[in-house]
């Protein structure tokens, strides 16, 4: 495993990281949960990500349940706060930062997390309030650095305004070959002050894995079968994105590589990410994903990558 520094931080997070969205506390029970957890120590991965809104607590709980025991300064943990927490708790008002970071700190057994992340943007709530909250999260000892998901590029530039607060030092957005809007506006401006990007769906929903045939039912034990995503896995399984990931497989075969594997290298090779988030709800899933860090594919199959899912990308 090969490791990167987070952004204007002292944190070396691993350049794949265990996320936990849809799978512990939600879909994948305890005992699973935590053998991928160990696997993942095991493979050199260092950087766990969570929310609060995972299970509505339920995926804190397991990893404060796995992780109990292990060195504080063994792993880097994330969190984050906005969603819905009770029909009453959400945003990033004054309030319930202050709330839910005691909340999530209990769930997950731990005195701070070395990364507080604002799950989206809270447009009812002055930025000033959120960012003097986060800094009072910070200066409590309560979090390390903070950082935000999915914001806009005002919404980051106007950030970097607000005197006299913790700045951010992490961006947590979607970015895959096939889902590239990150690169116009957002990594640039976070590369230019201090902002590295963590990035969550890196092999889009699993579409990259190559698993899914175009005109073909999904796998039974896939998450496209199962529907747990609400619909939002329908917009990638359409019949010319999965025509256009089969044609990925020689490339990824060329380069000595899975296909997880091969698009994973794709968005490591971005300088301004420092770790991309990969699910798991069996141990030997982390040991393809993991092997990707070590991976040197040529830059012209990543050229030759990018001009197959051209047509059928977002932007």
């Known amino acids: 495993m090969k490791y990167r520094k987070l952004g204007a931080s002292d944190l070396k997070v691993s350049e794949i990281s265990l996320g936990s969205w849809l799978t512990y506390g939600v879909g994948v029970e305890v005992g699973r949960a935590r053998a991928c957890i160990d696997r993942a120590f095991e493979l050199g991965i260092n950087f766990i990500d969570t929310a609060n809104v995972y299970g509505r607590g339920a995926a804190e709980t397991v990893l404060g349940e796995?992780?109990?025991?292990?060195?504080?300064?063994?792993?880097?943990?994330?969190?984050?706060?906005?969603?819905?927490?009770?029909?009453?708790d959400r945003g990033l008002s004054r309030g319930q930062v202050l709330k839910q970071i005691d909340a999530s700190l209990k769930r997950l057994r731990v005195d701070h997390v070395d990364l507080y992340q604002c799950h989206r943007y809270d447009a009812a709530t002055p930025l000033e309030e959120t960012l003097r909250a986060l800094t009072e999260v910070v200066r409590a000892g309560k979090a390390r650095y903070i950082g935000f998901s999915e914001w806009s590029p005002d919404q980051i530039?106007?950030?970097?305004?607000?005197?006299?607060?913790?700045?951010?030092?992490?961006?947590?957005?979607?970015?895959?070959?096939?889902?590239?809007?990150?690169?116009?506006?957002?990594?640039?401006?976070?590369?230019?002050?201090?902002?590295?990007q963590i990035v969550w769906s890196p092999l889009a929903q699993g579409v990259l894995s190559g698993k899914y045939a175009p005109g073909?039912?999904?796998?039974?034990?896939?998450?496209?079968?199962?529907?747990?995503?609400?619909?939002?896995?329908?917009?990638?399984?359409?019949?010319?994105?999965?025509?256009?990931?089969?044609?990925?497989?020689?490339?990824?075969?060329?380069?000595?590589?899975?296909?997880?594997?091969?698009?994973?290298?794709?968005?490591?090779?971005?300088?301004?990410?420092?770790?991309?988030?990969?699910?798991?709800?069996?141990?030997?899933q982390l040991d393809d994903n993991a092997a990707a860090a070590d991976l040197s594919v040529d830059p012209a199959l990543f050229a030759r990558a990018e001009q197959i899912v051209a047509g059928v990308r977002r932007a």
């Open 157 to 196: 530039a106007a950030s970097f305004a607000v005197p006299g607060v913790e700045r951010f030092v992490s961006s947590q957005p979607q970015y895959s070959l096939l889902h590239r809007r990150p690169e116009e506006m957002v990594i640039p401006l976070c590369a230019a002050n201090g902002v590295s």
């Open 216 to 284: 073909a039912k999904p796998p039974a034990d896939s998450r496209a079968a199962s529907d747990s995503m609400g619909g939002m896995m329908q917009t990638w399984l359409r019949d010319d994105i999965l025509t256009a990931v089969q044609g990925l497989k020689p490339l990824a075969r060329e380069a000595g590589c899975t296909l997880p594997q091969f698009a994973l290298a794709w968005v490591l090779r971005e300088p301004n990410v420092a770790s991309a988030i990969v699910g798991a709800s069996r141990p030997d």
């Open 66 to 88: 796995a992780l109990r025991g292990r060195p504080r300064d063994g792993y880097v943990l994330a969190t984050k706060v906005f969603f819905p927490m009770s029909d009453t």
